[in-house]
């Protein structure tokens, strides 16, 4: 069973097909930040990496919100969407509930006051990127499956896992290939 193939838009999300076979992609669900006629940056939402902000950054305040790889590009730099565009001016808007950017030392200030918690901010080590019309290319093999971003919680920090919860939300054969082992040899 194949969806209806959406075209690619900031704030939309994309879940790699369950046979993508790209170890930096292998069952990732990633939220497209910017795409345009040059290409797209997305940041990869279900690979934690065992990090708190702290030890990213030395002088951030304590706070209880993990860091994720968000993809294979530029991974020494920091990047972070968030849900409160109405602190940050300086953030671009996704879509109506989600930002990207903005200045991190109104970020820290935020969090010192309480006006932002974990819940409304996700970080990033890295990005995912593709260069003009490689994701393209890529949805029309079958690599990735585009969806709206309603379809899990962004701003969840829970042992979930979104790739599964989305193929099993989709039906049909994604059901079975979401709670397949990663590699069939277990199965």
């Known amino acids: 069973m194949r969806i209806k ?15 993508l076979g790209d170890p930096s992609f292998d069952r990732t669900v990633i939220v497209i930040a ?15 990496m065992g990090l708190s902000m702290r030890q990213v ?5 304590e706070f209880n ?25 300086t953030s671009i808007s ?4 989600l ?13 010192c006051t309480g006006l932002m918690d974990e819940n409304e901010i996700r970080f ?14 890529e949805i029309e093999e079958q690599s990735w499956i585009v969806i709206n971003q309603k379809a899990i919680d962004l701003f969840k920090h829970s042992d979930s896992n979104p790739w599964r919860e989305i193929l099993s939300n989709l039906g049909g054969d994604y059901r079975l290939w979401a709670n ?6 277990f199965n």
């Open 5 to 19: 193939i959406q075209k690619p838009a900031k704030g939309k999300l994309l879940v790699a097909e369950p046979f």
């Open 34 to 48: 910017e795409h345009n006629n040059e290409g797209t940056v997305g940041f990869v939402l279900n690979r934690p």
């Open 57 to 61: 950054l030395k002088d951030f305040p």
């Open 65 to 89: 919100a993990p860091v994720f790889n968000g993809g294979p590009v530029q991974k020494e730099n920091l990047y972070f969407i968030h849900s409160r565009g109405d602190l940050l001016p």
């Open 94 to 97: 996704l879509t109506d509930n």
């Open 99 to 111: 930002f990207w950017g903005g200045d991190i030392e109104r970020i820290k200030n935020l969090i």
């Open 124 to 137: 990033f080590l890295g990005y995912s990127g593709w260069g003009k019309h490689q994701l393209e290319s």
């Open 180 to 185: 397949s082992p990663a590699d069939p040899l």
